[in-house]
């Protein structure tokens, strides 16, 4: 299994990003998807998750201005960020909890990591 981000980069503040995670490989089913964000010499922290049903859940500083969606036919989870600030700079890392069998439990996978750099 393996899930892959893409769409990071360098933003002015105030504008836009959307980063993007595919999930491929041998996937049963998955349950919740989401996105966090580790920011330099910062613990990871949640930015947002989405169950399969598409409740969405988000932490203080980005609700009202990030928005996460998911396409459970292709296996991708979305992140659209608006109104970004300089303290959205991070590492984005995109994670879902995959059921590779139908006996076996979810396990957690982590993408890559995306640089998002909001600076003028």
């Known amino acids: 299994v393996q899930l892959q981000a893409s769409g990071g980069g360098l933003v002015q503040p105030g504008g836009s990003l959307r980063l993007s995670c595919a999930a491929s490989?041998?996937?049963?089913?998955?349950?919740?998807m989401g996105w966090y964000r580790q920011a330099p010499g910062k613990q990871r922290e949640l930015v947002a998750t989405t169950t399969r049903e598409g409740t969405s859940t988000y932490s203080d500083p980005v609700k009202g201005r990030f928005t996460i969606s998911r396409d459970n036919v292709k296996k991708t989870v979305d992140l659209l960020m608006n109104s970004l600030k300089p303290e959205d700079t991070a590492v984005y890392y995109c994670n879902a909890d995959i059921r590779v069998r139908i006996s076996t439990p979810a396990n957690r996978h982590w993408g890559q990591g995306t640089l998002v750099t909001v600076s003028s």
């Open positions: 490989g041998t996937i049963y089913s998955i349950n919740n």
